[in-house]
């Protein structure tokens, strides 16, 4: 992996935050520091790929990230989103574009109003979400097929028929409430999205599991996205995961893809559920 050199690091990390300070500011900091030379984003002794990319930038703008360091992501995933393999992966590349100032061309936004919701459920969540990052309504049948999915106990999951997650019952809830649907589903979906939350204070990807990093920050951020708030049990539980260099740990009994999982910590730090508005 070709990383930034010491003084570009030392750049990003002085501009990385013109509005955020304090954590917010050094996570930002650090994932900027992960930025290579071409643009793209990659965790240590990898090469850089678009979907850490996309959530690297993600992270960075929610955070108010420093101008350079987005611009650079920016022809980066303008360069690969065409390559997205997938719709969920298009969709990703889109919303992180969006974020950065980028108008996407209509070529790629049709591609993901044709979209065929399927099995996959968290893929037509993605598409909902980045279709209204662009402000595009998305189709009645994406919207129909996310809420046909919605498990007895109001929680979402991965893929049709599957166990409910917290995850995905927070994406779920952001590309729902991005498409204006309020009411019975959504509080279903908060009350069961609560459940996963742990004695700790963090939330678990499933009940039984342990607390982790982005299962809480994906917590945070659908709560926001209805208007509630978490409370300061899950900052408390992110704080002890939080490293010196500014990056997070996936749990408190492991560390594990930093620059992935402080991405997605970022945008719940900074108080910006998606779409970003």
């Not at 989103?81 to 574009?97: C, N």
């Not at 065929?116 to 209204?132: C, D, H, K, S, Y």
């Not at 945070?220 to 978490?230: D, F, K, N, T, Y």
């Amino acid at each position: 992996m070709r990383v930034l050199g010491f003084v570009l690091a030392i750049l990003a990390m002085a501009g990385v935050a013109a509005g955020a300070t304090g954590p917010v500011a050094r996570s930002a900091a650090y994932v900027a520091s992960m930025q290579n030379e071409n643009g793209g984003f990659a965790e240590q002794g990898r090469s850089p790929d678009g979907p850490l990319t996309a959530w690297a930038a993600l992270g960075i703008v929610a955070a108010d990230g420093s101008p350079t360091t987005r611009a650079r992501a920016r022809e980066y995933l303008r360069g690969s989103v065409a390559s997205a393999s997938t719709d969920g992966d298009l969709a990703l590349r889109v919303l992180a574009l969006s974020a950065l100032g980028y108008r996407v061309e209509d070529v790629l936004l049709d591609r993901l109003r044709h979209h065929q919701p399927g099995t996959l459920v968290n893929e037509t969540m993605w598409v909902v979400i980045a279709l209204r990052a662009v402000e595009v309504e998305p189709p009645a049948s994406f919207v129909a097929a996310i809420l046909s999915a919605q498990a007895s106990g109001g929680g979402f999951p991965w893929s049709r028929g599957g166990r409910p997650d917290s995850n995905d019952t927070a994406a779920a809830i952001q590309a729902l409430r991005s498409a204006h649907v309020g009411g019975t589903p959504i509080r279903r979906a908060v009350a069961a999205l609560r459940a996963f939350a742990n004695l700790d204070g963090g939330y678990a990807l499933t009940k039984g599991r342990p607390s982790d990093a982005q299962s809480t920050a994906w917590a945070i951020q659908a709560l926001l996205s209805v208007g509630e708030r978490s409370g300061k049990a899950p900052f408390r539980f992110l704080a002890r995961l939080r490293r010196a260099d500014g990056s997070y740990r996936y749990s408190l009994a492991y560390a594990t893809t930093p620059v992935w999982v402080t991405s997605q910590v970022l945008p719940a730090l900074a108080g910006r559920p998606f779409p970003f508005g």
